[in-house]
């Protein structure tokens, strides 16, 4: 290849020829570089050169797993894109993921392990792997049992080895993975209604692009909830063509998912699953239930006053007949419990409402399904599992009570994502070791860590991932690193695996791994043993040769059966689901707005709002930029004589945040919206003193017995403060200033 | 019996030396009666006193000898030479604190060009701000001088010739003031030379059918052309400065004099060639705000794509032309000491013809408005509803009270015409008012638009600001600095006023040269040019 | 959006400057309320540059930096461009973006800059593209191989990514193709039409939008 010869180099060595020419009198033309001036008639965008090299790898922005391609010239990553062939993603790509990229190319990057002395206030200073593991080592074998790992999001290759390293540690522990993020996808709590309704205790499997008729009960699938780009793709398949299917909408707070229906009810915040109720009493009364439903799904319904309720939850009856026989009607209904429902303490008593209502209009195995399992059974299991609130405080107890000697912090931030009441900063100072392995500096990092082992991001690390929710197809998602490691860090495998063999003993027994590497090769033989069993025909690699099947592994992105493998739904109704038990426990308060937060479509809780990309990127409904805000119906900011950009004061019982406000047409009375995401103090350029951490408001309210956080029960007051920020967003102007005529 | 003094006759047309003169060029009590009739001599009642004295004989109505008039042009080339040569403590501060003034934009432009355009306020959508109203309004202003000076000439007008001077050089500085803001506003202005059309290794050659380039095109032209157009009947008065100087300045006024001796062929030849440039050039200035007008009809922008643009933005800078003519004539009369041959009856004529642009403009004004509100396109609608209602409400109503009703109301009447410090209080006005009119055409069309979610606002930065004053002082920095360098009257053209008149009343006396321009009918009695037929 | 961002080398501006409306977005998603509280509708209007047969535009540059190629496109010249900001003001849907600063790619994120496309300096107008790079990678390949561009062989990044498949990218000379027939079908309409710009781009009527 000739030497690539830019406009600016031509124009620096002319320079220099023509220096050189002057000074001895000779013509320098002969030198053999031809040198062609490009005319500016010719656009640079003509002009295109090199050849671009892709790969696999597994996007790691969300739990949601999609399999991806990476766009590589020159060493270099420059675009991130769907795998087309990949079961979750199939070539799509939400923003989150797309700005993967701005993670490994951070500008605020850990260049390397850093450490302190013990002052948690000193700056933190370079030190070298060695001496940092040999921390991480020491720390190990001195502290059994009084080891703790905590993270927002640990994708399932870690996860494994981050149970192990616990198992290894003794003290029961088990990684603990929670934050608001989490919590608002409601995981365990669907996972537990599954058990109760569809008879199995894992993720519902919604195949939206086979339903013709959705209802979606608080769930924001288009955005952040569970699995967004499969929804996403399923909501596509659903309006397409001719039959153009219905999606309607019930939340308190219009979403965009919520935009985009034909229908939006939005009934008090957590009285969705009434809802739920309403309809499937109309369905009963019009008889239109499946004719193969469970018998005793009717008595669930059957004892509602579905007319007065809809009063009571002031919605248009008529509305809801028309919606509920258009739902019953529809070839392939399909109900949606959503992350919202649970926010409020009737959560396991709505989503069991919620899938009833699937059973009574014969949506199992329809359009309801349950999510594969790991294609090489309980071999890989654990799969990353979320914990609950419960257990998340209960490591916070721990803490403060001086039983955790280290505290290892992967990929999360808890100061940051943790509710200011759960009280991290006290627990955290009762720690002696924290270890923080994020990428970038972190809250947590930069306040409490004595210790920072920068891990790769997910671009330069190998790993799998078995998505959950899954698709029809049971899938092993291929992870592999697409470029060089661009600062000096490790995959934070790696550094568990080395730590573990400087502590020797049980840890190296549990992980006997020499790297990151061979402990992901030897997954996927395990995966590929469990298939020859059996499976090896009906999966997309077609080979028994080992060394042959990783390669395709890794050149695919992965390996997924051909063939559908989802285990079907075996409905039971168990009769303890009642009526009463959707009542949620409504507090009056002196506090007159119930709080209404949700992770912020790009930001998620907080973990990208160090990417300029996904901070530049409007939220799609206020279309608010690089900034928190507060969501309040017009009437209330009539009554406050508050608009747009108007700083509030928002107050819980918690903490008193102040905030601009968003005048939004999508909201309903009494109920004000917030998202997460920002209010960083330390997570470089782009997060940083940006807006408010809106979670810091939680009370910390229970969901019954279940151990999670009703994180949509904490109700706040709000004061205008008299100041005013010009809010920054796309939108320049309200409809409403046009004027009716002059 | 007294003689009838030459100012009271004279000053119909071109003025009269009643101060400049001196004791030795007019006995003591010529002076004194010219003193006394000063301020009436245009009076109606006061005129016709001094007719009625005529008439009577008691004052007898002599024209000026040639030897009056020879000491006459004495005056004049006293007066006018000396305040080029004379450099006060005064002139010296007025002219640096205006020339920090000029400085300041161009240290605002240094700083705009090395942060980047952004430091302005303007933004998405609205792309155009200070910078293009400011060239808007500059191009306006430089207007009138020519077109006025042009109009006059083409008429015959007598009265213009102490005028035509600052009027045309007026032109020139605001054009050179103007001509600066499409440079100013450019993104990369260091790459400004892509628009100019010259075979160039680039293989580019500018877009004709963009109107920027018909901008480029009609600018210079204009600037040229306004340029020979000051200079071609300056030739004359550069030979008198050269023979009246010494050392350099000699030496400069000699190369800029083109060599002139005053021959009969130089003189034919300079009436030729200013009488067929006078009839060219006026086409040129119609032409050239036109073409700054299609900037904006061109576009598809609500507001500004309409029919009538072109003669809307041509009355507009006629109007705001001959308003800041009178504020710098104001300027100039008393800067130089020109009281005695600028005088209130040229404020008086210029006065109405403002009166008679201000109702023109309005009617075009209330024809774009009228019609964009009753087409009933919504954006039309909004951005008539942003003018008169909405955030620019403020400056739109100024504008009307400003420019409609104020002229309206007040230029009718002769004795406001006459008042100098009423003249200057509502041409700046109305030019502040022709200002914002610029800005609300230029900003108001890009704040509204087919989408409403793109709505936009604009509040001007400092620099903008800066840049948008400074303008002003770089433009009466032109004036104060150049008038060491050029005569602000035009020298010959009063002195050639002079002799028409005695030759009109007097006809040619044997012996003396004949006039090298007739004037347009043969030698009207005194009573056609009076100034007070003009209607109360 | 982001897509955008990643595939064309589009800077970040911040928060200051997106309060002065100074946004590098080359597709934006416009959202307007149909009717407003008790009853809100939504309308999502994705907006990116039309690629108009007419562009309003290109008569109006006066250094030819806006321009139509052969093959429909509406291409800016970025080396060309002066900085005018005319195009801008006669874009009927204000499509175009300015470069008011120099765009700042810190270290390492200048490692992530698409080698394709220009990185564009301060006092530059930009806009979409349809990712012109794409394109002419494919014509490339496709000429290479002496053939035509096949359905679907190139795509804009926007419509590669878009989860719900919102867009349709495609050959609208080829009527068999996609793009070309639902830009014929009774759904199709163009934006702003009665401006007669002859927009590349048809919005379907209902929800969501095709492109062409």
């Known amino acids: 290849m000739m030497p690539k010869f830019t406009r600016r180099e031509f124009l620096k060595k002319s320079g220099l020829l023509a220096a050189a020419g002057t000074l001895a009198l000779s013509g320098c033309g002969g030198r053999g570089n031809e040198e062609r001036l490009v005319p500016f008639l010719r656009t640079p965008e003509e002009q295109v050169a090199g050849t671009f090299t892709y790969y696999t790898s597994l996007c790691q922005m969300c739990p949601a797993g999609c399999g991806i391609l990476v766009r590589t010239m020159n060493g270099r990553a420059n675009k991130l894109e769907g795998n087309p062939q990949h079961p979750i993603s199939q070539g799509r790509l939400c923003a989150r993921g797309q700005a993967g990229l701005q993670a490994l190319y951070n500008p605020d990057r850990l260049q390397g392990p850093e450490v302190r002395a013990n002052q948690r206030t000193d700056p933190f200073e370079r030190t070298n792997w060695d001496e940092g593991l040999a921390v991480l080592g020491q720390a190990l074998s001195e502290s059994p049992g009084r080891i703790a790992i905590y993270g927002g999001h640990l994708p399932d290759h870690v996860y494994r080895v981050a149970a192990r390293l616990l198992e290894a540690a003794g003290g029961n522990r088990r990684p603990t993975v929670w934050n608001l993020y989490r919590a608002a996808e409601g995981r365990n709590l669907l996972q537990q209604a599954a058990g109760d309704i569809l008879g199995a205790e894992r993720l519902p499997l919604f195949d939206i692009g086979a339903a013709s008729a959705v209802i979606s009960f608080n769930a924001a699938f288009l955005e952040t909830w569970l699995s967004p780009v499969q929804y996403s793709r399923g909501f596509a398949e659903l309006r397409k063509g001719a039959n153009r299917g219905s999606l309607v909408a019930v939340e308190p707070r219009l979403s965009s998912t919520a935009a985009v229906a034909d229908d939006w009810l939005s009934p008090p915040g957590g009285r969705e699953g009434e809802v739920a109720l309403i309809i499937g009493k109309i369905v009963l009364d019009e008889r239109l239930g499946a004719g193969d439903r469970p018998a005793s799904v009717d008595a669930l319904f059957s004892q509602v006053e579905a007319r007065g309720l809809a009063e009571e939850l002031g919605l248009d009856f008529e509305k809801l007949v028309r919606i509920a026989r258009r739902f019953a009607r529809s070839e392939a209904p399909l109900a949606i419990p959503g992350g919202g429902l649970s926010a409020f303490d009737n959560a396991p008593a709505a989503i069991r409402a919620v899938l009833a209502l699937n059973l009574l209009v014969g949506a199992p195995n329809r359009t309801l399904f349950l999510s594969p399992p790991a294609p090489a059974g309980g071999e890989l299991d654990p799969r990353e599992e979320v914990s609950s609130y419960v257990e998340t405080a209960a490591l916070l107890e721990d803490m403060k009570a001086g039983e955790v000697d280290v505290l290892l912090v992967a990929d999360g931030d808890p100061y940051h994502d943790l509710p200011e009441a759960m009280g991290f900063a006290e627990a955290a100072d009762q720690v002696p070791l924290l270890i923080d392995f994020s990428p970038f500096p972190t809250d947590t990092s930069e306040l409490f860590a004595d210790l920072r082992l920068p891990q790769h991001t997910y671009l330069e690390s190998w790993g799998f991932g078995v998505p959950e929710p899954g698709t029809a197809l049971s899938t092993m998602t291929a992870q592999q690193p697409v470029v060089p490691p661009v600062f000096d860090t490790r995959s934070l495998v790696d550094i568990f695996l080395a730590g573990a063999r400087l502590a020797g003993g049980t840890y190296a027994e549990l992980l006997p791994w020499e790297d990151e590497f061979t402990y992901v090769r030897q997954s996927v033989e395990t995966m590929q043993q469990a298939l020859t069993a059996g499976r090896i025909q009906t999966g997309s690699i077609l080979t028994n040769d080992p060394e042959k099947f990783f390669l395709e592994w890794r050149q695919f992105g992965g390996w997924w059966s051909t063939q559908e493998d989802r285990p079907e739904v075996t409905p039971v109704v168990p009769s303890e689901v009642a009526l009463e038990q959707l009542v949620t426990a409504r507090p009056e308060e002196a506090r007159p707005h119930r709080l209404q937060i949700y992770p912020h479509l790009l930001l998620a809780e907080g973990r990208h709002a160090n990417k300029a990309w996904l901070q530049e990127a409007p939220d799609p409904m206020t279309t608010v930029v690089w900034q928190s805000w507060v969501e309040i119906n017009p009437g209330l900011a009539e009554e406050l004589e508050l608009k747009t950009g108007d700083i509030v004061r928002v107050a819980s019982q918690s903490a008193e945040l102040e905030v601009p406000v968003y005048v939004f047409q999508g909201i309903a009375p009494g109920v004000v919206g917030m998202p997460m995401g920002q209010g960083h103090v330390a997570y470089g350029r782009y997060a940083n003193d940006r807006g408010v951490n809106t979670v810091d408001l939680l009370e910390l309210l229970e969901v019954g017995d279940t151990g999670e956080l009703a994180w949509g029960s904490t109700r706040v007051s709000i004061e205008k403060t008299g100041d005013h920020d010009n809010l920054a967003r796309l939108e320049r102007s309200d409809a409403t200033e046009l004027p009716t005529g002059i | ?536 | 959006m982001v897509a955008c961002y990643a595939e064309n080398n589009i800077a970040t501006v911040g928060e200051e400057q997106i309060q002065k409306d100074r946004g590098l977005h080359w597709i934006r998603i416009e959202r307007y309320w149909k009717t407003e509280w008790p009853k809100p509708r939504v309308l999502f209007l994705p907006l990116l540059c039309q690629h108009c047969d007419r562009a309003p535009c290109e008569p109006v540059c006066p250094v030819f930096a806006s321009v139509h190629s052969d093959d429909g496109l509406n291409l800016q010249v970025y080396n060309r461009c002066f900085g005018t900001r005319y195009c801008a003001n006669n874009c009927p849907y204000k499509v175009r973006v300015f470069n008011w600063f120099k765009g700042e790619f810190p270290e390492p994120m200048n490692a992530q800059l698409n080698p394709d496309v220009t990185v564009r300096g301060v006092g530059i107008m930009e806009k979409c593209t349809f990712c012109v790079q794409r394109i002419r990678r494919a014509r490339q390949q496709a000429r290479a191989e002496g053939r035509d561009v096949l359905e679907g062989e190139v795509v804009p990044a926007c419509v590669q990514t878009c989860p719900t498949g919102a867009l349709t990218f495609g050959d609208l000379n080829d009527p068999d193709s996609l793009a070309a027939r639902l830009a014929a079908s009774d759904r199709a309409y163009h934006l702003l039409g009665f401006i007669d710009t002859e927009p590349s781009i048809s919005y379907l009527k209902g929800l969501g939008a095709e492109s062409g």
């Open chain 2, 1 to 536: 019996m007294a003689r009838l003094p030459n100012w009271a006759r004279l000053p119909r047309y071109s003025g009269g030396p009643t101060r400049g003169l001196g004791q030795e060029a007019v006995p003591e009590a010529e002076r004194q009666l010219a003193y006394e009739h000063q301020d009436e001599r245009h009076e109606p009642g006061a005129y016709s006193t001094l007719q009625d004295a005529v008439a009577d004989g008691t004052i007898e109505d002599v024209p000026p000898t040639e030897e009056e008039l020879a000491r006459m042009d004495a005056a004049l080339d006293g007066i006018v030479l000396r305040s080029m040569t004379r450099v006060g403590a005064g002139y010296l501060l007025l002219a640096a604190v205006l020339g920090m003034g000029a400085a300041s934009l161009f240290g605002a432009w240094l700083y705009q060009i090395f942060a980047g355009i952004g430091v302005a306020g303007i933004n998405r959508p609205v792309f155009w701000g200070f910078y293009i109203t400011s060239f808007v309004f500059w191009i306006g202003v430089s207007h009138s001088g020519t077109l006025i000076s042009a109009i006059l000439r083409v008429l015959n007008v007598e009265w213009r010739r102490p005028l035509t001077r600052g009027a045309e050089a007026m032109t020139l500085f605001s054009l050179m003031v103007g001509a600066l803001f499409p440079l100013i506003h450019l993104g990369r202005v260091w790459k400004f030379y892509f628009m100019i059309p010259y075979p160039n290794v680039r293989e580019l050659w500018p877009n004709f059918h963009s109107a920027l380039v018909w901008d480029l095109v009609a600018i210079l032209t204009y600037m040229t052309s306004s340029a020979l157009f000051l200079f071609m009947p300056m030739i004359p008065d550069m030979a008198t400065a050269r023979d009246r100087t010494t050392g350099i300045r000699r030496r400069i006024y000699g190369v800029l004099a083109l060599g002139w001796r005053g021959s009969q062929q130089q003189w034919h030849r300079l009436h030729l060639a200013m009488k067929v440039y006078t009839i060219v050039i006026i086409p040129v200035a119609v032409s050239v705000h036109s073409i700054v007008s299609w900037d904006f009809a061109m576009t598809t922008n609500e507001g500004w794509h309409s029919t009538i643009f072109a003669p809307y933005f041509v009355i507009g800078a006629i109007y705001s032309g001959v308003a800041a003519l009178i504020t710098v004539l104001i300027f100039v009369r008393r800067g130089l000491g020109l009281q005695d041959y600028i005088t209130k009856f040229h404020f008086d004529r210029l006065g109405l013809i403002l009166l008679a642009v201000s109702v023109i403009w309005f009617y075009m004004f209330f024809a774009q408005t009228l019609t964009n509100w009753y087409g009933g396109n919504p954006v039309d609608r909004e951005l008539e509803h942003l003018h008169i209602f909405g955030a620019m409400a403020p400056l739109w109503w100024f504008m009307v009270v400003v420019n409609v009703l104020l002229p309206f109301f007040t230029l009718w009447f002769k004795r406001v015409r006459r008042s100098l410090p009423a003249m200057l209080v509502i041409t700046i006005l109305i030019n502040m008012g022709m200002w914002i009119e610029r800005f609300l055409i230029v900003v108001g069309s890009n704040v509204r638009n087919h989408l409403p979610f793109d709505w936009g606002d604009y509040t001007p930065a400092l620099p903008e600001i800066i840049i948008a004053a400074a303008t002003f002082a770089m433009f009466a920095f032109l004036y104060v600095a150049l008038s060491k360098a050029l005569p602000f009257v035009s020298l010959w053209e009063v002195k050639e006023g002079w002799r028409l008149d005695k030759w009109r009343t007097q006809g040619i006396v044997e012996g003396e040269t004949e006039p090298a321009q007739e004037p347009r009918g043969a030698s009207p009695p005194p009573s056609e040019n009076r100034p007070e037929e003009v209607p109360a």
